[in-house]
């Protein structure tokens, strides 16, 4: 039997993962941060659920898990590092290093941060050290300004991801406003950032996403309980 492993690449050029995300899920595998679900061998067993449950992808934090959940399935691994560099306000796969390492961990495609931001390495070196890779690239924007500028740097995928969370208060819905406008643009556009509905994922998909990742209302079990915790908090059904 073929190993998940030498599969990994069958997903690296852009016909084949349009084949395989087309309309469908991502899954978006990164626990609370110190929780009791932080845990590799837990973020495996999130990522085999999710594609269990129908996702035909799934988003993974840290070479170290992406190259356990690797190990694991062949489904398109969505891939990037999230680092807290003093005096850089950019947090997603900011260094080569980074990258290389995604890169040898199995990523099919490594998402960078793309928004507009002072960051230790330029965006145009990181790009093209994913693409010398084999992997594929996805900009993580906060602003058609960064989708547009994403794409014409050449990458491969741009991602809302980042709509709401350079600065401040984070809103409640998602920018489903950007989804559109960087679909009319062209953009192959992964939605991604406060899809906590299956309703709100098809409102994404309609407003012109090509896939939908989806990772807080999935497997995030802290978040997702607090809701319903504090629902009933502020309900007076029982008084």
Same mark, same amino acid.
């Given at each position: ?16 993962? &349009? ?15 110190? !929780? ?7 973020? %495996? ?29 062949? /489904? ?7 680092? #807290? ?27 960078? #941060? ?16 994913? &693409? ?7 900009? #993580? %924007?906060?602003?058609?300004? #960064? ?20 600065? !401040?208060?984070?809103? &409640? ?17 992964? +939605?991604?950032?406060?899809? &906590? ?5 098809? /409102?994404?998909?309609?407003?012109? +996403? ?15 309980? !607090? ?9 007076? /059904?029982?008084?």
């Amino acid at each position: 039997m073929t190993q998940p492993a030498a599969l990994a690449a069958r997903w690296r050029s852009l016909p084949a993962l &349009h084949a395989a995300l087309d309309g469908r899920l991502v899954v978006s595998c990164q626990p609370v941060d110190q !929780g009791p679900l932080d845990d590799d061998e837990i973020v %495996a067993r999130l990522a085999l659920a999710a594609l269990a449950g129908g996702a035909a992808g799934l988003r993974i934090e840290g070479a170290a898990r992406v190259a356990r959940v690797r190990a694991r399935t062949a /489904a398109p691994l969505i891939a990037i590092v999230k680092r #807290d560099l003093p005096g850089w306000p950019v947090r997603i796969t900011p260094l080569l290093e980074d990258v290389q390492a995604l890169l040898a961990a199995g990523a099919d495609v490594i998402a960078l #941060d793309a928004t507009q931001r002072a960051r230790p390495c330029a965006l145009a070196a990181l790009l093209a050290a994913v &693409h010398a890779g084999g992997a594929l690239a996805m900009a #993580d %924007a906060s602003c058609l300004e #960064d989708g547009l500028a994403a794409r014409d740097l050449g990458f491969d995928i741009i991602g809302s991801t980042l709509s709401g969370y350079t600065g !401040g208060p984070v809103p &409640h819905e998602p920018d489903l406003a950007l989804v559109a406008q960087l679909a009319q643009a062209g953009c192959r556009v992964m +939605a991604e950032g406060r899809l &906590h509905t299956p309703a709100l994922a098809r /409102a994404a998909r309609e407003a012109g +996403a090509w896939a939908v990742t989806v990772g807080s209302a999935i497997t995030r079990t802290e978040l997702l309980s !607090g809701w319903f915790a504090q629902a009933l908090a502020g309900s007076d /059904a029982a008084s």
